[in-house]
């Protein structure tokens, strides 16, 4: 998943962004509202997690906007971390439209064991990604193929994780780039080519990820 991180105490959010990178996510930051917003009017978030007290404005206006402003790419989830801890604040949360709502401070494994929910909220799948003879363990981190685990690199298993979350589905370069990598990588490198020869060399015969001419790759099942 690629994750904006909206927080404006900076050894916080480093240091959030730190271990989430570590867990295979991309990871953006924005200290204020503006950054937050600049932010969201280009990049298309699988979860954006918002602080409530920012220098500019309130975080909840900014979780209101995103269901009615349309130059807003609005996440697939939103988590609120903040150190309001009344009941109110929490209700007042999630009925602005979080999915989420987790009090400072909080445990980092237990922030990592809400994203891995709310990623897999809609799916029926639980922790385990299974694609023809793939098998990937979300919490373990570990992926097997026929049954033979397979050593992966951070960022490889973060692009098979993503290619497993849209089997059959056509995914451009710039797709991959989108959810895989974060702000900073340069759109202008190999850096998906590079990742994904690695990862199709790791994978074996038969090829799993296909390239589609012209339009991106799809992971396919392997004929019977």
Known sequence: MRILIVEDDPDLAELVALGLRNESY??????????????LRTTAYDVACFDLSLPDGDGLDLVRRLARDPGLHRPRRTLVLTARDAVADRVAGLDAGADDYLVKPFHFAEL???????????????SILRVGELTLDLTAHRVWRAGVELGLTSREYALLRYFMHHPGATLSAEDLLEHVWDAHANPFTASVRVILSRLRRKLGDPPLILTITNAGYRLEEPSS
Request: proline content about 0%.
């Open 26 to 39: 991309a990871v953006d930051l924005a200290a204020t509202c503006r950054e937050a917003e600049e932010a």
């Open 112 to 126: 990592v064991a809400r994203l891995r929910a709310l990623g897999r909220r809609g799916d029926d799948h639980g």
